[in-house]
């Protein structure tokens, strides 16, 4: 991540990484140029030849053995950084339930952290599910509940539209260190009206998310 923004974070922790993630979502004119910055971020973490061998040896002869492999994979490695998981059935593609297919995140630290919908959206889903589906040979389907902050990865899913994403028309959280709301604004009318109500998301799509 330092590699594609260029500098490090002055924070330590995991401080560091929701700074060093914020730069990122910024310093891209387009919410298309920080999803593909982070799939490269995620194609670094893996010799360069792996993901291309895993897609012939393992996705396309074994699909859902390679569902089953990269859900305890996430859940082994990924609680560091999301928060507690646990390995779950999930339905996939053609209504099938895939027996340990999927993970569910109960808790987004990443995101809960972030107080920001368009890093999960920019920065976290759709590279994700770009990764393992063009690198990987793999569809996810990652469903964030920007109500509670869990989030159901199936693998062997392949996600929908985005125009037809639930995920793609959540407003900006009432938190969020981006956020377009000036005084006097409708929006900071909602959002005030939210905070008083304890509510995450106000006002209308957050800014960086486009279809």
């Not at 040896?57 to 859940?75: I, K, Y």
């Not at 590279?127 to 996810?140: I, N, S």
């Not at 693998?155 to 037809?164: I, M, V, W, Y």
């Amino acid at each position: 991540m330092v590699a594609a923004i260029g500098a490090d974070s002055q924070l330590q922790g995991y401080d560091a990484i929701i700074d060093l993630t914020r730069r990122l979502n910024a310093m891209h004119a387009s919410p298309r140029g920080t999803q593909e910055a982070t799939r490269g971020i995620l194609r670094s973490l893996f010799p360069p030849w792996l993901p291309g061998a895993f897609a012939v040896m393992f996705s396309r002869p074994m699909p859902g053995l390679s569902c089953q492999l990269n859900a305890w994979a996430t859940w082994l490695t990924c609680q560091w950084l999301m928060g507690e998981c646990e390995v779950n059935d999930v339905e996939i593609d053609g209504g099938q339930v895939g027996k340990g297919h999927g993970v569910l995140v109960k808790r987004c630290r990443y995101l809960e952290e972030a107080g920001c919908a368009s890093i999960c959206i920019n920065s976290c889903k759709v590279p994700t599910q770009e990764f393992f589906a063009r690198d990987m040979g793999l569809p996810l389907e990652m469903k964030p509940n920007y109500e509670d902050f869990s989030c159901q990865f199936s693998f062997g899913k392949t996600p929908p539209p985005e125009a037809e994403d639930p995920a793609f028309a959540t407003p900006c959280f009432q938190q969020c260190p981006t956020a377009r709301r000036a005084p006097g604004t409708a929006a900071a009318g909602v959002a005030a009206a939210g905070a008083a109500a304890g509510a995450a998301p106000v006002g209308e799509r957050c800014h960086k998310i486009q279809l």
